[in-house]
């Protein structure tokens, strides 16, 4: 017998019972159809301009810091002063991102942009963001073709540029919007091959419990939000 | 890993015997407890979120088989292998054959308890590949040689200078005259050290928290970002889990990460919360080339239906323990197996034998605080009842306990008799112990004194005490 069989043969018998019969089978597979909400707490819910806010302070609260411009011509302008503040480079691994080609980074020349994924000496990435979460000021970050996953966890600088048209309360409604865009013939959601909820730089506290940033992934998480909304 | 449950006694004897463990003890006493009751006060909603979130491992125990088959056919379309496997040698060897085939030299391996419970880093290493743990306090403890001592912290039993100690000893490649007093310069030759790693690896292993049925995905949570370098540097990504992370959907899944964090560090969430399904699609510029999930049940699907049941709920958070004083008194390597504290006197018999493990679940003084703070609302102490039943019907309880518990059931089920003579024995004790308000030493209960004192009795037994207060309440009245 298979190990499969084994196992499965195992769990029915403890559950002293056989295979659900197909009527069964189908009222739980309504139930992953329906996927629905359990409950949602009320710091993941409110107007536009609440969940923008709370949105900013969640992710201050877990030492991002935020940089808020009024359109994407002052973007690069943003970018330069944060890695001239932080003594980095000006030169920035971007990913290849429609959202991002927008943005006239010819307006600062001086700033080099490579597009691709990330290689292991980059010092600071530039990537776009799936959605931001106002319930815990989370990231939702989608890997793809534009979208790769390494630029959000090899650098020490990790740059994201987003909308606040794209802040939502909570997770569940972070999957809503990924559900829609990404919606199947069948109805179920073509899921990208990694999804990263990003919360904050990248820390340890294995060393008696002291909170530490940069452990593997980025050391500093800096937000330049283009206010849209 | 061998076990060395069957030495509790002793385990726990040197563990309050170590200073340095000792001091760190008393920085995760001072350190977690305080940010989850902090944590909570954020979340109005906390206790509802903890009745749904058992409520829906609950339902999915209940049809552990279809949701297994569910998830495995979504694995399964996304381009993905599972491997069912029955016990710790079968999971290993899955592992073995995936790194042959890929001509692995080195893995680099993201925190998972499974691979801990099924001995995976030796087995690779008998096997000629480097297994390379790159969760900080995995990695410390690998250099060191040890087990974990906690299932999120697994280096909270080492001071500072305990890792300092350790890095200079198994870094002999630096410059022995490097600075390493402070903690960020321990972290940053950590970093650099294993970033070389992250880059030469072929396969990466990971654990996992949730499987999702509606997607056929695994989910991690680490505040780091290894377990994410890990599964994205490397060729293959293998996903060592065990059968009870099944749930339902993405939703259901979001439900038990509200209390995840909350309840092991005391963070609203955790920084990386990593969603994977299947290996790199055509068009991705990273990620694995393949991606397989080793399911491990050893033993567990034997627990369904049983008074250990409700165990099989656990998400392995650690509130439990860090909430525990036992544990926080031992120590984690006391309870000589993968699984300490409370979670694990009860999970380490269920997995690997009473008679291995039976010390396990009497290590409890019933003070309950792990039910208490337990997410998936387990009611751990009643299960380690369970335990300690089992083992008396198996006789593997020690005679003297047997014999004492022998003639105590003699006398009360004769309530005269328990009565005179637990009043005789109150007053004796009473007037014998008068002097010192307690024994250091009483005969034929050596074990029991050997680590506590027993308070002197007040010159009456309860039936006395009773009597008397009800005679001077209706005097009073």
């Not at chain 2, 690998?142 to 200078?161: F, G, K, Y």
């Not at chain 2, 860090?322 to 984690?332: I, K, L, M, R, S």
Request: contains cysteine; neutral net charge; charged residues 25%.
């Amino acid at each position: 017998m298979s190990a499969r069989d084994d196992i499965l043969g195992s769990v029915r018998r403890s559950l002293r019972r056989d295979r659900l019969s197909d009527e069964a089978q189908a009222a739980l597979q309504r139930r992953i159809r329906a996927h629905e909400r359990n409950i949602v707490p009320q710091r993941g819910s409110g107007s536009g301009a609440e969940i923008a806010a709370r949105f900013i302070d969640e992710a201050k609260s877990v030492a991002v810091t935020v940089q808020p411009v009024a359109s994407d011509a002052e973007v690069p302008d943003a970018i330069v002063r944060y890695l001239a503040q932080h003594n980095l480079p000006a030169r920035v691994a971007m990913a290849p991102s429609a959202a991002l080609e927008q943005i006239p980074w010819a307006s600062r020349p001086t700033l080099e942009v490579r597009r691709g994924a990330a290689r292991p000496d980059d010092q600071v990435s530039v990537t776009p963001a799936f959605a931001g979460i106002a319930e815990t000021g989370t990231l939702m970050l989608t890997s793809g073709a534009e979208t790769p996953t390494t630029l959000n966890l090899l650098p020490y600088d990790h740059v994201v540029v987003m909308r606040t048209s794209q802040i939502v309360g909570s997770y569940e409604d972070a999957w809503d919007l990924l559900r829609q865009s990404r919606s199947r013939a069948d109805g179920l959601i073509d899921m990208p091959r990694t999804v990263n909820f990003i919360t904050g730089p990248s820390r340890t506290g294995d060393i008696e419990q002291k909170i530490l940033m940069g452990a593997h992934g980025p050391r500093r998480l800096h937000i330049v939000l283009i206010e849209d909304a | 890993m061998e076990s060395t449950s069957h030495r509790f006694k002793e385990n726990a004897r040197e563990g309050m015997a170590n200073p340095s463990l000792q001091r760190a003890m008393e920085n995760m006493r001072r350190g977690f407890p305080d940010k989850r009751l902090a944590a909570i006060g954020r979340l109005p909603e906390f206790d509802a979120l903890r009745d749904r979130a058992r409520d829906i491992k609950n339902h999915v125990l209940e049809h552990l088989d279809f949701y297994l088959e569910a998830w495995e056919a979504k694995v399964t379309a996304a381009g993905g292998h599972v491997h069912w496997c029955r016990d710790a040698e079968e999971a290993r060897r899955t592992v073995l054959a995936i790194c042959r085939r890929l001509e692995a030299r080195t893995v680099t391996k993201g925190k998972s308890m499974i691979a801990e419970e099924i001995a995976l880093n030796p087995f690779l290493e008998a096997n000629g590949i480097e297994p390379i743990e790159t969760d900080l306090g995995e990695y410390i403890i690998q250099i060191r040689n040890e087990p974990p001592s906690h299932i999120i912290a697994p280096a909270i039993h080492l001071t500072q200078d305990d890792i300092e100690k350790s890095f200079r000893a198994s870094h002999r490649q630096l410059d022995p005259g490097r600075p390493l007093s402070e903690p960020h310069q321990l972290l940053d030759e950590a970093r650099s050290l294993l970033r070389d790693k992250f880059i030469a690896a072929d396969v990466g292993i990971t654990g996992a928290n949730f499987l999702i049925a509606e997607t056929g995905s695994s989910v991690i949570v680490t505040n780091e970002g290894n377990g994410d370098l890990t599964q994205t540097l490397t060729k293959a990504h293998i996903v060592v889990t065990s059968l009870e992370k099944v749930v339902p959907t993405l939703e259901d899944a979001q439900t038990i990460l509200r209390v995840l964090a909350r309840s092991a560090t005391g963070q609203d969430y955790s920084v990386y919360t990593t969603v994977s399904t299947g290996p790199r699609r055509p068009e991705d510029l990273d990620g694995p080339g393949e991606y397989h999930v080793v399911l491990l049940d050893n033993g567990r699907s034997r627990m369904l239906g049983t008074e250990f049941h409700d165990m099989l709920r656990c998400i392995r958070c650690g509130a439990c323990m860090n909430h525990c004083p036992v544990y926080a008194t031992v120590g984690g390597h006391a309870y000589g197996w993968v699984y300490p504290g409370p979670m694990g006197a009860v999970l380490t018999p269920s997995l690997i034998g009473v008679d291995e493990a039976g010390h396990l679940p009497n290590a409890s003084t019933f003070c309950g605080k792990c039910e208490s703070v337990c997410p998936m609302r387990i009611p751990l102490p009643r299960m380690m009842r369970h335990w300690r039943e089992r083992e008396f019907e198996r006789h593997l309880s020690p005679a003297a306990s047997r014999y004492g518990l022998g003639l105590w059931a003699f006398l009360a089920k004769r309530p005269r008799l328990y009565r005179l003579v637990n009043g005789l024995m109150a007053r004796v004790l009473g007037l014998l112990g008068r002097e010192h308000g307690g024994f250091r030493h009483l005969p034929l209960a050596g074990g029991w004194t050997g680590g506590r004192d027993m308070p002197a009795p007040e010159g009456e037994g309860f039936h006395q005490a009773w009597a008397r207060k009800r005679r001077e309440r209706t005097r009073a009245a």
